[in-house]
DNA sequence: GCAAAAGCTTCCGATATACGGAATAGATGG
DNA sequence: CCATCTATTCCGTATATCGGAAGCTTTTGC
């Protein structure tokens, strides 16, 4: 098992076959296609074919993910969804430690002040995801970050900010295998990268004009678990002009208070955080 | 299907056990059990005993969520919980007809305007679902409705919008399902339930106090698609001062107005309108 | 600190379970 | 109406799944 993510599963040949053979496997693999295509739904043999399972499989398969209420049936269309139970079992997942929970009167709170849409992004695998998002009064929407949109790690100033506090190890672990990903995507050069890290590791936030839309930028800060490595990130995007030199300080000092406060939360026990002030500055009690 | 073949001779009635025999079945039972216990997560033993299932079995069920990265293993704590994946599936799920994309500006827009909580409720089976939520910057908030969170259809406002607008024998298989559910929630007269739904009917809006929660309010509205039939509801939760008769008109106006501009988005039979105005998403994952 | 208990993982043979070809029924469309 | 495509059912085959047993690791208790 070792390094956490797929990196290994590679022996089957096939584009994007079904991932295994394990009818488990094949009935989540259903479930990633119907989540794909939940435009228009997907037709029993649109999936066989997609997926390469005969129709009775595939038939099989979906009926035990409609009764399990995982999938849908559109009898009028004979197109199948995602189900709404899916939906209820997601609100919980991703939800460490209740970290979502915890920060939610927190997102509220931030939105209100900061009139900006803020992000709480974590890691997942070599990937940021946006657990949550609270908008801000502000009319420019900044379009990344759908709830449970993934960001290659690295792109981003949330995912700056995480990438900055992670493990040494992991870190580079992180940039091995997402440089070649980030082609494209603003940054390609590792030294640049490196400096950007070093340069948010130092400061304790992440800001600069990501690039991916011109005119927005965006602010993050690491939320940090007692040994001062990244559990997440709480993020503002908004246009550029809303974060000028006077504004910024002011932004991050925010940020990283209320970040402080979510690793008190996520730390009941802690005696004293271990590495607290000396990396989000002024720690406030 | 049904027919319980139980060939061990485990008679024990163990309460909640994997649904059915299929390994996509025991799979998605691992889920939900995962689920229901995220706050602490769920130990390999601990899921075999409340399933029933056996070590081995669960482990290699584990094995394949954990790769298919729709469970998470803390190799910390030797627990396991939902994988950041699933979520990202259900960010996708229960949005027919993009439903929840079409009324999440809206909804910021009301919570916004009305200044408390928004919800969006669609019906599944015999309860509703929350589908999304906008807090409005009023302090008290209302407990009902996380996102993914089911009611009885029939209890609170908006569940009694939906079930107010369903085709006639529909409702009667709701009537007849949920009566016994409904002992101890509020309303456990039938009589008096066929007359709040006929109000409801009538009036084209759904307020009362639910009793679920004293103090607090709410008001709701159906969204209709074209042949007058709810396919969601607009709710406000709010505390009761502030649902009083002259402002009650005025809510209920706006959530009209709203829905109605809801229902035109959702009947783009057009031909010339198929295409859902990528504004500023449409991003790539 | 050691022994005992509980939990996790691997292995492997038996068999229940899932598979897919073929045939049927239903839908679509020319 | 027939031709084509799709959905569903049936059933024999074989494969993937199961669980006992045993090794291994972690936790508990003394």
């Known amino acids: 098992m070792s390094a956490d993510t797929r990196s290994k599963g590679n022996e089957n040949a096939g584009a994007d076959e079904a991932g295994g053979k394990s009818s488990l496997q094949r009935g989540l693999a259903i479930l990633r296609l119907l989540a794909s295509s939940n435009e228009t739904g997907a037709r029993l043999t649109d999936i066989s074919r997609a997926l390469d399972l005969t129709p009775p499989t595939v038939h099989r398969l979906l009926k035990i993910l409609v009764e399990e209420g995982m999938a849908e049936a559109d009898k009028a269309t004979k197109r199948y969804r995602l189900g709404i139970d899916l939906f209820g079992l997601a609100a919980q997942a991703g939800n460490p430690n209740n970290l979502r929970d915890i920060c939610r009167p927190i997102l509220l709170r931030l939105s209100a002040t900061l009139r900006d849409t803020i992000f709480l992004l ?115 995007g908004t246009i550029s002009e809303r974060l000028n030199e006077e504004r910024l300080p002011v932004v991050v000092d925010i940020l990283k208070r209320e970040s402080a406060a979510i690793s008190r939360q996520l730390n009941p ?17």
Chains 1, 2 share one sequence.
Not at 278 to 284: C, F, R, S, V
């Open 122 to 236: 974590v890691r997942s695998g070599f990937d940021a995801v946006c657990l949550d998002r609270s908008e801000g009064p502000f009319p420019i929407r900044s379009f990344t970050g759908d709830i449970g949109g993934r960001v290659t790690l690295g792109v981003g100033q949330g995912s700056l900010a995480i990438m900055a506090f992670l493990h040494e190890e992991e870190r580079e672990e992180v940039i091995r295998f997402n440089l070649p990903r980030m082609q494209g995507v603003g940054i390609i050069d590792e030294v640049y990268l490196r400096t950007e890290i070093a340069r948010v590791r130092d400061l304790g936030y992440a800001s600069r004009s990501t690039g991916l839309l011109p005119g927005m930028s965006g602010v993050a800060v690491p939320v940090l678990d007692r040994d001062g490595h990244a559990v997440a990130a709480l993020s503002v």
């Open 269 to 285: 026990f802690d005696p004293v955080l271990r590495r607290p002030a000396a990396i989000l500055g002024g720690g406030p009690a």
